[in-house]
């Protein structure tokens, strides 16, 4: 499905953010990337979809999407996949909503700009995924300013937009952690519950080793722009052979006791 070869980022002159990272992300398989802030884990994920901030640039290897070079995409191609195979959410997708316009108007805009149709079905479209994401009274969002809602509502219909064509891929940055944990749980088994339903494999990034464990089906560790130890769930639950996941393990709480979020 996704998968990185020996992929090297850097920003402007400096060292490496990314150094040699490989990745294969199966169809319908969710892989966590953790590690400390800095680590180079937002450079991984935003490389595949062609949005690096700043300067940041691909200086060595390659990333496939289905078998495509992702780094040979031209606008135009890019454009047609971004949205519609592949999908990012942020940290709060809720916050990049405009707040003078309704969630619905933008919703609407939001596909109809990939796909051309009118403009009461796209509406529908729009107000069946918000209740797919677990909002009640979806029409009532739809008429609702972001700022009438909650920072989980919001991120649910940030969510809500990424997922409107079904994407293969979503690629995932740190999607809860502006949340409250309660709200934090929510949208992780919504997310659980996409990939049951669409089939949609996730590239998870966050520096919560306990929503990793509770979602992924395998783990990379990340540090200083390389991966220290990966392996499945398990492997790293049980097994962690670096000592940085084992300090990382530690300082979650009550990991033991399997409340991992
Ligand atoms: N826009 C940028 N310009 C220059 N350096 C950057 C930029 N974004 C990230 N970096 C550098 O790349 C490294 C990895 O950052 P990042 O991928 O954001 O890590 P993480 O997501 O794990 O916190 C850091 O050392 C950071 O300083
Ligand atoms: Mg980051």
Same mark, same amino acid.
């Given at each position: 499905?996704?998968?990185?070869?020996?992929?090297?980022?850097?920003?402007?002159?400096?060292?490496?953010?990314?150094? =040699?990272?490989?990745?294969?992300?199966?169809? =319908?398989? *969710?892989?966590?990337?953790?590690?400390?802030?800095?680590?180079?884990?937002?450079? !991984?994920?935003?490389?595949?979809? =062609?949005?690096?901030?700043? =300067?940041?640039k691909v200086i060595q290897g390659d990333i496939l999407f289905q078998g495509l070079s992702l780094l040979q995409l031209s606008g135009e191609e890019w454009r047609n996949l971004r949205g519609q195979r592949i999908s990012m959410i942020f940290q709060d997708s809720g916050a990049m909503l405009n707040p003078i316009r309704t969630i619905g108007s933008q919703f609407v805009e939001y596909i109809r700009t990939h796909r051309p149709m009118a403009k009461k079905e796209a509406w529908e479209m729009g107000r069946?995924?918000?209740?797919?994401?677990?909002?009640?009274?979806?029409?009532?969002?739809?008429?609702s300013y972001p700022f009438q809602l909650s920072g989980g509502m919001r991120q649910r219909a940030g969510i809500a937009m990424a997922m409107v064509f079904e994407p293969k891929l979503l690629l995932a940055d740190e999607p809860t952690s502006a949340l409250d944990v309660t709200t934090q749980a929510q949208i992780v088994r919504q997310m659980l519950e996409l990939r049951q339903q669409y089939g949609t494999s996730i590239l998870l990034v966050t520096h919560n080793l306990g929503v990793?464990?509770? $979602? !992924?089906?395998? *783990?990379?560790?990340?540090?200083?722009?390389?991966?220290?130890?990966?392996?499945?769930?398990?492997? *790293?639950?049980?097994?962690?052979?670096?000592?940085?996941?084992?300090?990382?393990?530690?300082?979650?709480?009550? $990991?033991?006791?399997?409340?991992?979020?």
């Open positions: 499905m996704l998968c990185y070869q020996n992929v090297s980022v850097a920003y402007g002159d400096g060292a490496p953010a990314l150094s =040699g990272f490989n990745l294969e992300v199966k169809a =319908g398989e *969710i892989v966590a990337l953790v590690g400390e802030s800095g680590s180079g884990k937002t450079t !991984a994920i935003r490389s595949a979809i =062609g949005l690096l901030p700043g =300067g940041g069946v995924m918000l209740e797919r994401m677990g909002l009640p009274h979806s029409g009532d969002i739809m008429k990793a464990a509770y $979602m !992924a089906d395998r *783990i990379l560790v990340m540090t200083g722009g390389r991966v220290v130890e990966s392996g499945c769930r398990e492997e *790293i639950l049980q097994q962690a052979k670096d000592d940085y996941t084992r300090r990382l393990l530690e300082a979650v709480p009550d $990991m033991r006791r399997k409340r991992y979020v």
